[in-house]
């Protein structure tokens, strides 16, 4: 059985999340099931970008902090990061509040810029990676990811905290070469296995609905989860927002690859009733995924039913950070004549429907349109 804890904790205040984490892990054994002391212990909170904590975009320092300290009395050595879609991992880390916490206890920043490449014969899409050389550097790994909805894979978790593992240059290469939201679950899946945290702590006390995982709305969820199979804990949120598990390929491909279960029947729920937690309100698409597979009638046909991105001109600052991360070449968006006085605008013929713009957008300016297709489709 998969065990996956639930733990209420109505704010980030300090002493509760403290505490709440302390009874969440009290319920899986205690710390001393997941590291020793002595080890070299990489925490892996999410830092998507540099935006502030309120915006519910990263792991909240509270939490971070609280996890680093219980670690710290465990005796291990630790130190902690992420690659940034932009910017780098420090600069990144102090907007997020997550360096200062780092300076004060003084943990030091992994190495998430070197990447090493390794070969991975167990992979199933993917057996050949760059990770960054943190990875490599430490015993073992505690993941912290954030509770957000994703433009690509529907729900970004346990199971998609991992990518930030991949120096963040080649991040897009991904996407380029893995457009299919399928193909692109298999690789995290794939990654996952690789890396194997040895516990998951997620972040919910707000979580992030619509636009996610940057330009959504923060939602208040009063809720910390912790297991040591990131299948069942993403399954067990999604379930929790009215979610089908098996609509989320994270989820899905995970449990086909053995990384863990989806199945309710197979994971024993501890800590605070799983009835304190179902939101019927979060705003998530709740469809089964159309995914994107370009070539020639399905190319066609998955035009005109898979979301695509737009750009709000009302919102739009002109900034170029959707054109710069752009991995299609060439660009699905660019500035019409490099004019950068106007907002950009899309060639949907080579867009690969990664949807690394929206992920990205820092005013939130770019929002997926269902295709009237689809629309239809989905009444049927």
Do not use: W
Not at 41 to 50: C, E, M, T
Not at 90 to 98: C, E, F, H, R
Not at 129 to 144: E, M, P, R
Not at 241 to 258: D, F, R, S
Request: aromatic letters at 10%.
């Amino acid at each position: 059985m998969s065990k996956v804890v639930l733990i209420k904790c109505e704010s980030y205040e300090y002493d509760l999340v403290k505490d709440s984490i302390e009874r969440g892990l009290s319920l899986l054994g205690g710390i001393s099931q997941f590291v020793k002391k002595g080890e070299k212990i990489l925490v892996k909170p999410n830092i998507l970008v540099g935006d502030a904590p309120e915006k519910c975009v990263t792991t909240n320092p509270a939490v971070f902090k609280a996890v680093a300290e219980i670690l710290i009395d465990a005796g291990v050595n630790l130190s902690y990061g992420d690659s940034p879609a932009i910017g780098n991992t420090l600069k990144a880390a102090k907007k997020a509040g997550l360096s200062q916490v780092a300076d004060e206890l003084d943990i030091k920043l992994a190495d998430f810029k070197t990447g090493i490449e390794v070969f991975f014969d167990k992979g199933i899409q993917n057996k050949k990676f760059t990770i960054a050389k943190a990875i490599f550097d430490n015993d073992g790994v505690i993941s912290l990811p954030k509770l957000k909805t994703h433009g690509l894979e529907k729900f970004t978790g346990a199971i998609k905290n991992q990518f930030g593992c991949i120096p963040g240059v080649l991040k897009g290469e991904f996407h380029l070469r893995l457009p299919d939201a399928n193909d692109f679950a298999k690789m995290l899946v794939d990654l996952n296995t690789f890396i194997s945290p040895r516990l998951y702590i997620m972040d919910g006390i707000y979580g992030m609905e619509g636009n996610g995982p940057r330009g959504g709305n923060p939602k208040r969820m009063n809720i910390l989860l912790f297991s040591s199979d990131p299948v069942a804990l993403d399954a067990i949120v999604c379930r929790l927002i009215k979610l089908n598990p098996e609509y989320v390929p994270t989820t899905k491909y995970g449990m086909q690859a053995g990384l863990g279960t989806y199945l309710e029947e197979k994971i024993d729920l501890l800590g605070d009733g799983y009835e304190n937690f179902f939101l019927d309100d979060f705003k998530i698409d709740r469809n089964p995924l159309k995914s994107f597979k370009p070539g020639f009638l399905s190319g066609f046909m998955n035009k005109r039913i898979v979301s695509k991105p737009y750009i709000e001109a009302e919102k739009c600052v002109r900034c170029g950070v959707c054109v710069s991360m752009c991995p299609a070449n060439p660009k699905a968006v660019f500035f019409k004549d490099d004019d950068r006085s106007i907002v950009p605008v899309y060639n949907y013929d080579h867009c690969i429907r990664c949807f690394c713009c929206q992920e990205i957008c820092p005013e939130s300016a770019i929002k997926l349109k269902t295709p009237f297709l689809r629309k239809l489709i989905d009444l049927l």
